[in-house]
């Protein structure tokens, strides 16, 4: 990335991101889950997360009619009739029909959203609720209902800036201190039982270093005093890069969204449409950002993907990353987990157990996955199954001591990534 900074957008109002975002409401794939299990963190993985989304959310279906005419797919046993309302509006564009089928005539495997395995083109629900055609956010749905009880107050504008310990040796978290934005005062309160910390993705790592909780340099050098010397906090932050490719298209049919908005709006359209919704809740105001989604596998849209992928898997990760990597055990090998889980695979998540089968034969079929981050390329694993890929082992993972035995995956990345993983994974 040659050290370049960009900036990280998040939503700091009550529901945050949700408030905010592009209200695609896609389920991950079951091996993005499953790496943040595997290092250790039971219940982590996509078996034990699948029931907790299916729990959270309620789907509204399209219309007959609008589901028949765009041949739309969805698996309405992924939802279960939670606080989260996401929805496929009816209303739709004719040149999605087009869209998909020529995704569909690009051999791009047409699969459905809800599965565990999204790859390919899917329709995707949207977090609109049907019952109002408005966005549904994490206030709607999690304040909102219980915002009358009596032992429940939000406090809106006001900024927690530490997380405050008792004295023990033991770091047990007590209380907050916090600024009123409006009178600029500070107060604190404290936890008669716990304190439950979700500011996000970067300001909860931000918020634990600011108390004291993270890697000691980093606090050393801000003049934090150390309260636990944690080098996780703050580490292996990843996000998904927005690529965005425009295309002018010449033949849209009429009506279409570049009517409603920017140069090409059409006034008496837009009214039209506003009307219609203001009157009753239909038409082209009730179509959120799109429901037409692909996934594609680097393979399919660079022809040099074989050159950049074996680039990648001989790299070393640590010569790229903050200096904290290279004196962490923990972290790199967190790190690398990732790569591999990304970069090389067992074909198929679900079969580990048959892989292990072959991997104890002495063998493996290393199914090569990889992955790259864009907002509408974002690729989540692809497979180039060959007979080259079939590797032998000398050592079968059966004869490895009990202490050191690896699972397949460990195993595919130590013989691949010889350089950078053989030091981490088999000392330790
Ligand atoms: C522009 C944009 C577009 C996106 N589009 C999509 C999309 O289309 N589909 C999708 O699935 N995801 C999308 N996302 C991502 C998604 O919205 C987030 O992943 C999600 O909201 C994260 O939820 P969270 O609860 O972890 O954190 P957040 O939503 O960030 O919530 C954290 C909350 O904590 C508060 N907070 C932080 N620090 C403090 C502090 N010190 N004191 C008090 N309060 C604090 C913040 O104000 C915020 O309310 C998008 C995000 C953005 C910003």
Redesign the pocket.
């Known amino acids: 990335m040659h050290n370049k900074t960009w900036g990280v ?10 408030v ?7 389920l991950g794939s079951d091996a993005d889950y499953n790496t943040w299990e595997q290092p250790g963190n039971p219940n982590w993985g996509h078996e034990g997360l699948a029931k907790y989304f299916k729990r959270s959310t309620h789907f509204d279906e399209p219309s007959e009619s609008t589901r028949e005419r765009l041949n739309i797919t969805y698996d309405l046993q992924a939802y279960r009739d939670g606080p989260v309302k996401v929805s496929i509006p009816s209303f739709q564009y004719d040149d999605y029909k087009n869209i998909m089928g020529s995704f569909l005539a690009s051999d791009l495997p047409n699969t459905i959203e809800g599965s565990s395995r999204p790859l390919g083109t899917f329709w995707t629900p949207n ?1 609109i609720d049907n019952s109002t055609k408005e966005r549904c956010h ?1 206030r709607f749905a999690y304040y909102d209902p219980v915002k009358g009880r009596p032992n429940l107050q939000l406090l809106t504008n ?4 530490e997380i405050l310990f008792t004295s023990s040796s033991k770091l047990t978290a007590s209380g907050v201190e ?1 600024t009123n934005n409006a009178k600029a005062s500070i107060k604190t309160v404290h936890a008669t039982k716990e304190i439950i910390l ?7 790592p ?2 634990f270093m600011l108390s004291g909780v993270g890697p000691e340099d980093v606090l050393s050098a801000a003049k934090i005093p150390v309260k636990r010397n944690l080098p996780a906090v703050g580490s292996n932050f990843q996000d998904h890069q927005a690529l965005y490719m425009r295309f002018q298209l010449s033949n849209q049919t009429i009506p279409n969204p570049d009517m409603l908005v920017g140069t090409t709006i059409d006034k008496v359209f837009n009214a039209s449409a506003a009307a219609q919704y203001n009157s009753n809740r239909t038409g082209p105001w009730t179509f959120g ?1 799109g429901n037409a989604a692909a996934f594609l596998t680097f393979k399919q849209f660079c022809h040099r993907y074989q050159n950049i992928t074996s680039d990648i898997l001989i790299q070393n990760a640590t010569a790229y990353l903050p200096e904290q990597y290279k004196h962490n055990k923990s972290l790199t090998l967190r790190i690398l987990w990732q790569t591999l889980s990304w970069c090389v695979m067992p074909p198929r998540t679900q079969s580990i157990s048959k892989c292990s089968a072959s991997l104890y034969a002495g063998t493996v079929d290393t199914g090569r996955h990889s992955r790259c981050f864009s907002d509408t390329l974002r690729s989540r694993q692809y497979q180039a199954h060959s007979s080259r890929q079939m590797m032998k082992f000398s050592t079968p993972a059966s004869k490895l001591p009990l202490s050191t035995q690896l699972t397949p995956t460990q195993v595919v990345g130590v013989h691949l990534c010889r350089r950078s993983l053989e030091a981490v994974l088999i000392r330790s």
Request: hydrophobic share 40%; proline share 0%; aromatic share 8%.
């Open positions: 957008h998040v939503g700091n109002v009550v529901g945050g991101g949700s905010v975002n592009g209200m695609r409401f896609d977090t994490a006001n900024h927690v800036n916090f979700a500011a996000g993705g970067v300001f909860t931000h918020l950002r």
